[in-house]
């Protein structure tokens, strides 16, 4: 019978250890793919102050209204029509007032994809 | 495993392998299909509920429901394979979550076990309730929005005989199609008998890596650190388990298969290197979400 081992013990929290510090090495290091309201930022340059507000809201509304039932999907996944067709059909699951999701949409509509017909096709 | 089962069946001695397959046929059948009408009795009334997605079974990520959002789940744990003998043990809990604010979300859990013991000098198979346990989850930081995913975690758990608290810190970051999440908890047991208290202390750690390889289907890998202090003095028991982990959602449902194999004792009565005194052999946990 084996009572105790002390080594392998110390190495395997050590690998956890390990792997917590990496998570967060990793994560610090990176830039928010949910791009944040910057006046400086072209999608977001030239708009007014009040703007600016509701496009600041409506990001805070997606991050905490969307990233629940599942993972947060990136706005660059799709242009403004596909957009509105999830929001539309999410809003009720997700218990999102009107005015949220017409921040929501806002902000979508600013920093998705361009619309399909824009593309450069290859 | 809790205090009372200790208490109450000790060391398990005789034949695991051999009767493995019968403890699962014969207690199972019966428990699944009361489980299916519990579920089925439970889930009604949520219709408006909305089950959210978990890739993983034992490690949370850093997610809150939206507020004023429902949900509802149902868990199956199992917990097979002793130092000797048969022996699986099901716990079994049924779910029911509400956003109360955009960060902040609770839960209540009804709890039940069903246990089969067969030895020579005894035969246990039961099924019974095992009380109700309050969650509450508060979510700092994104794992997708923000650098780090950061969400606290509470858990009162009674039977009106003993009472569990449980805190966790949940780490987690998603990168596109990868997801990573890692745990860190801190549980406390206070079994109340006549003229004395048990206590325990569990310290755990549990990580979990996953990959989406489309949008309904992902497959990972998750570990749990296990460590025991009974009487919440010395370290007795401590062990490793490793195991895939498979995830699969449709927009009406979602499942997620956790096979959670003891792969080190590293504290404790060891057998071919494992602590099956305190734990089991292998756990299975699946987590099933229904959306109305």
Avoid at chain 1, 27 to 45: L, M
Avoid at chain 2, 278 to 284: A, D, I, S
């Amino acid at each position: 019978m084996l009572r105790y081992a002390p080594r392998r013990s110390h190495e395997i929290r050590l690998a956890f250890a390990a792997l917590a510090g990496c998570i967060g090495a990793i994560a610090t290091s990176c830039i928010s793919p949910i791009p944040a309201v910057d006046p400086q930022s072209p999608p977001f340059h030239g708009r007014s102050q009040p703007e600016l507000q509701e496009l600041e809201l409506g990001r805070s509304h997606y991050i905490a209204k969307c990233s629940g039932c599942h993972s947060l999907y990136l706005p660059s996944r799709g242009d403004a029509v596909y957009w509105r067709g999830w929001v539309d059909k999410m809003a009720e699951r997700a218990a999102i007032a009107p005015e949220e999701r017409q921040r929501i949409l806002s902000y979508l509509g600013v920093v998705c994809a361009p619309p399909v017909a824009a593309r450069v096709q290859p | 495993m809790s205090l009372a089962v200790q208490a109450r069946f000790g060391r398990i001695p005789a034949r695991l392998a051999a009767r493995m397959r019968k403890t699962l046929g014969s207690a199972l059948g019966k428990r699944w299909c009361a489980l299916g009408v519990l579920a089925a009795v439970l889930a009604a009334p949520a219709a408006r509920a909305r089950a959210d997605e978990r890739v993983f079974t034992y490690s949370y990520e850093p997610k809150v429901l939206p507020k004023d959002a429902l949900e509802f789940e149902q868990w199956a744990t199992l917990r097979a394979g002793k130092e000797d003998g048969v022996f699986s043990r099901w716990d079994l809990r049924t779910e029911f979550e509400y956003g109360l604010l955009d960060q902040l979300t609770t839960a209540l859990y009804l709890n039940f076990e069903s246990l089969h013991i067969d030895r020579d000098e005894e035969q246990v198979d039961e099924f019974e309730f095992k009380g109700l346990s309050s969650e509450w989850k508060w979510k700092f930081l994104d794992p997708t929005a923000d650098p780090i995913g950061v969400l606290g975690y509470f858990e009162a758990t009674t039977n009106f005989e003993d009472v569990e608290l449980e805190e966790k810190l949940v780490l987690g970051k998603n990168f596109d199609r990868v997801v990573l999440a890692f745990n860190a908890i801190c549980e406390q047991e206070w079994e109340f008998e006549n003229e004395e208290t048990e206590t325990e202390l569990a310290v755990e750690f549990t990580a979990g890596v996953a990959y989406r390889f489309t949008d309904r289907f992902a497959l990972g890998l998750e570990a749990r650190e296990v460590n025991v202090f009974p009487d919440m003095e010395n370290l007795e028991h401590a062990a490793v388990f490793l195991g895939p982990t498979l995830h699969y959602n449709t927009n009406r449902w979602w499942v997620t298969l956790t096979f959670l194999p003891q792969v080190a004792g590293l504290r404790g009565d060891t057998q071919d290197g494992l602590n099956l005194d305190e734990f089991e052999r292998m756990e299975v946990r699946l987590i099933f979400g229904i959306h109305f």
